[in-house]
């Protein structure tokens, strides 16, 4: 995953695998990424597990540990009926 790069998430199981991905391209061990987000172990293996129980406190700072910015966008009327992928945004 490039610098710039941007993936639409559109269920709880593409966000698992954004972060997942990232992890693993930024060297964090589970356990490293908890630490450097200040969250628990337990709080990284939920997000990569894509549970939905997961506060958003908790996601933003896991994300800000990774060097991604958490973006909410406007959705065209007909791209709201996607199933789970993992695209890049237009």
Do not use: H, N, W
């Not at 490039?2 to 199981?13: L, M, P, Y």
């Not at 991905?21 to 589970?30: K, V």
């Not at 994300?63 to 966008?73: I, P």
């Amino acid at each position: 995953m490039a610098a710039g790069a941007a993936f639409a998430v559109r269920s709880a199981g593409s966000l698992a695998r954004v972060i997942a991905d990232r992890r693993a391209l930024s060297g964090f061990t589970q356990k490293a990424l908890a630490e450097a987000a200040g969250v628990s172990r337990k709080l990284v293996c939920d997000a990569e597990a894509g549970k939905l129980t997961m506060q958003v406190d908790g996601l933003v700072k896991i994300c800000q540990a990774l060097g991604c910015d958490l973006v909410v966008r406007v959705a065209e009327p007909g791209r709201l009926g996607y199933r789970d992928v993992l695209a890049p945004l237009e």
